[in-house]
């Protein structure tokens, strides 16, 4: 039982060792570690800002189509300690640009890195070195108020699968107003959608599509477009059409053999109702008569109604014959 009390005394002893020898240790440890931090933070580094900038005093009339960015970014040099403060503690104010200094009567204005420099400086300390300013400089636009509707136009491929075809494509809305200069409307008359491409399709699709930036312009709400696409399969019909003849001379009747002809048309299901043989018109060309009377008269067909995907004669000639009237 002795024993046993005096292996507690002794693990008691022991334990009360190491943890002054811990205690001396992690002292040690944060004093080193708190030399090592302050001679790091007494040498020069540079680092990258970002500062929020933005136009100042806009014209209540005037409306910015392209607006500079709304950050920039600055690298600096300085001490270590003076750059966890602006980290840390003291953000940069922000950055005002006077709309009436630097707009033109062009509908732009440019802002130079120099001056946002001397604006920089006087938010910074005096130890603090502008390293650069990472842009050669920002435009902006801006208008008077133009405005103007501009029609969408889709901007891409759009391909049915084999045995289907693209009945229509929408967009809605199909156009959007747009605020731009003078200028830019001489030469700007539609607004693109962001390229898209879309193959082998077999079912109708509806989807939201970007609208392109133009440099210089703002599109008033609309930003995307909703771009409809319906699909339809493909079936083919006969339809008899009648020959006519054109260009006969007075006294003079043609006939063809045959008088009618057949026409393979391709169609989508939903218009397939449509093929009907008063729609299309098939002629056949007394001028074309050839001088060797053995010779068969070419057909051709002339109209068709819309919404058909392809017709074909199938025989691309007749036989005919000539009868000259009575005087």
Not at 31 to 47: C, P, Q
Not at 49 to 70: C, E, F, Q, S, Y
Request: aromatic share 8%; glycine share 4%.
């Amino acid at each position: 039982m002795q024993w046993k009390i005096g292996y507690r005394q002794l693990r008691l002893f022991l334990l009360r060792l190491r943890s002054k020898e811990l205690i001396v240790f992690l002292f040690f440890l944060l004093v080193s570690t708190a030399f090592w931090f302050l001679s790091t933070l007494n040498e020069t580094y540079e680092t990258e800002l970002r500062v929020a900038i933005a136009l100042d005093g806009v014209p209540a009339k005037v409306v910015v189509t392209d607006d500079i960015p709304d950050t920039i970014k600055v690298t600096i040099r300085d001490k270590g300690f003076n750059l966890l403060r602006y980290s840390l503690f003291e953000q940069v104010a922000p950055l005002k640009i006077k709309f009436s200094r630097y707009a033109n009567k062009g509908g732009k204005g440019i802002v130079n890195p120099a001056d946002v420099q001397k604006m920089m400086r006087q938010r910074l300390s005096e130890s603090t070195v502008i390293v650069s300013v990472k842009a050669d400089h920002w435009d902006f636009f801006y208008t008077n108020g133009e405005q103007r509707r501009l029609p969408v136009v889709l901007n891409g491929q759009i391909k049915a699968a084999a045995d289907y075809y693209v009945l229509r494509t929408t967009l809605k809305p199909d156009s959007v107003d747009v605020y731009a200069s003078i200028e830019a409307f001489d030469t700007l008359k539609a607004i693109l959608t962001e390229p898209i491409m879309a193959d082998g399709l077999t079912t109708s699709l509806t989807k939201e599509v970007e609208l392109q930036h133009v440099y210089g312009t703002k599109i008033i709400q609309n930003k995307h477009v909703k771009l409809n696409i319906v699909v339809d399969r493909l079936t083919e019909v006969i339809v008899s059409v009648p020959i006519k003849i054109i260009n006969v001379p007075e006294k003079i009747m043609v006939k063809t053999f045959p008088a009618r002809v057949d026409l393979r048309v391709t169609v989508g299901m939903s218009n397939a109702k449509m093929v009907k043989s008063e729609l299309f018109n098939v002629i056949a060309d007394y001028n074309d008569i050839p001088k060797n009377t053995q010779e068969r008269l070419p057909i051709e067909i002339v109209a068709q109604p819309k919404g058909i995907v392809k017709a074909f004669l199938t025989i691309p000639e007749v036989d005919y014959i000539i009868e000259h009237l009575a005087q």
